[in-house]
């Protein structure tokens, strides 16, 4: 596609429901990431996903999160037992892997949890 | 580890303004990018200029250029000129390359809190 498409736009949901969130990244871009947006926390790593390689996890912040990605294109972001603490918006980014840095990002998630 | 940090919370300038946002980050990298990213309500953030750490030139994209001073570790944007359409959330980001292991990919990025931007009119 013309840009990076997340769906949807804007979830509520119920303290301890699981969540699903969808990203769609640029055909042909190789690289995906997921970040989360807090309130007052800015912007942090979450997962980064690069062409058949395992993931970087790294940023995920309990094991209630895990994302996937099909067939090198789109990912999912899941998150179980979804809390308060969990609101935020997230966003996804992807890059091609060369071609000069600097990733392009789509609108986000808002995920609120009450 | 690496950290960026935006000191002014919040800015406003007149229109046709200029106005300059600080960053100042902090790494023993040397070699790394600096990105300036625009959020606009609408939540998508949008690139609006880059810096390779290993060029001394400031890089520069129409009304918007950047300061970038390596040894201070200081990285400011300048906007000329300033529009109503700038009015948005501005975040400093640092990235370090993930290197020659995995292909030099593009690292994560590190954002500061942001500085909220307001161009009145």
């Known amino acids: 596609g013309a840009g990076v498409s997340q769906s949807p736009s804007n979830k509520v949901t119920e303290k301890g429901k699981d969540v699903e969130l969808r990203c769609d990244p640029i055909?042909?871009?190789?690289?995906l990431y997921w970040y989360r947006q807090s309130l007052g926390q800015g912007l942090e790593f979450l997962i980064y996903f690069q062409g058949n390689s395992a993931p970087d996890k790294s940023g995920l912040p309990s094991d209630r999160f895990s994302a996937e990605r099909t067939g090198g294109s789109v990912s999912t972001l899941t998150i179980q037992r979804t809390q308060q603490e969990d609101s935020a918006v997230y966003l996804c980014?992807?890059?091609?892997?060369?071609?000069?840095?600097?990733?392009?990002f789509g609108s986000g998630t808002r995920l609120t949890v009450v | 580890a690496q950290t960026v940090t935006q000191s002014q919370p919040e800015m406003s300038v007149q229109e046709a303004e200029t106005v300059t946002l600080s960053c100042t980050y902090d790494t023993s990298e040397s070699n790394y990018y600096l990105f300036w990213y625009k959020q606009p309500p609408s939540r998508q953030m949008i690139l609006v200029i880059r810096q390779e750490a290993y060029k001394q030139q400031n890089a520069t994209e129409n009304r918007f250029s950047v300061n970038f001073q390596k040894a201070a570790k200081s990285f400011s944007l300048k906007i000329s000129d300033s529009q109503l359409g700038d009015t948005a959330m501005y975040f400093c980001?640092?990235?370090?390359?993930?290197?020659?292991?995995?292909?030099?990919?593009?690292?994560?990025?590190?954002f500061g809190k942001g500085t909220k931007l307001s161009v009145k009119p």
């Open positions: 055909s042909g871009h190789t690289a």
């Open positions: 980001a640092f990235m370090k390359p993930r290197g020659v292991m995995y292909g030099g990919s593009q690292g994560n990025l590190i």
């Open positions: 980014a992807s890059s091609p892997d060369f071609g000069g840095p600097g990733y392009t």
